[in-house]
Nanobody, 131 residues
Framework: EVQLVDSGGGLVQAGGSLRLSCAISGRTYPDYAIAWFRQAPGKEREGVSCIVGNTNSTYYEDSVEGRFTISRDNTKNTMYLQMNSLKSEETAVYYC????????????????????????WGQGTQVTVSS
C-alpha cells in the first residue's frame, strides 16, 4: 500500500510563492505518474500538473504553465510543486496523487479528478492567496 502526505500550504499574498511537498511511502511505483490537483470551494477538483518518474516528462494545466514547476526526487520519494506569481483565484486545497499510468495528459488528470482512482491521494494542504 502506498501513502502520500502533502504539505507546504499556507497563506501568501497575490504574486507570492509557495512550495508544496508530497512525501511518498509504502509500496512505491517510481515509473508511475504523480500529480497535483486542487479543489477550490464550490468547484470541481482539477488537475494542475503531473510528472512521470522514469522519464521526468511533465504536464501543466494551461493557466499555471510558466508559473508552476513540478519536480520529484526519487532518492527521497518526494515530489514538489513550486508555485510562483500566485493569484487569489488559486486559493484551494491542493492534493498530490499517484496515478496508475506512466503517461501525463490532461485527460488522465481529468479522469483521476472525476473518479478519484485508480491510485492514491494525499490528505490535502490548504493554499490561501490573499488579494
Amino acid at each position: 500500500e502506498v501513502q502520500l502526505v502533502d504539505s507546504g500550504g499556507g497563506l501568501v499574498q497575490a504574486g507570492g510563492s509557495l512550495r508544496l511537498s508530497c512525501a511518498i511511502s509504502g509500496r512505491t511505483y517510481p515509473d508511475y505518474a504523480i500529480a497535483w490537483f486542487r479543489q477550490a470551494p464550490g468547484k470541481e477538483r482539477e488537475g494542475v500538473s503531473c510528472i512521470v518518474g522514469n522519464t521526468n516528462s511533465t504536464y501543466y494545466e494551461d493557466s499555471v504553465e510558466g508559473r508552476f514547476t513540478i519536480s520529484r526526487d526519487n532518492t527521497k520519494n518526494t515530489m514538489y510543486l513550486q508555485m510562483n506569481s500566485l493569484k487569489s483565484e488559486e486559493t484551494a486545497v491542493y492534493y498530490c496523487a499517484i496515478l496508475v499510468t506512466t503517461i501525463c495528459t490532461g485527460e488522465n488528470l481529468a479522469i483521476m479528478a472525476r473518479v478519484r482512482g485508480p491510485g492514491a491521494w494525499g490528505q490535502g494542504t490548504q493554499v490561501t492567496v490573499s488579494s
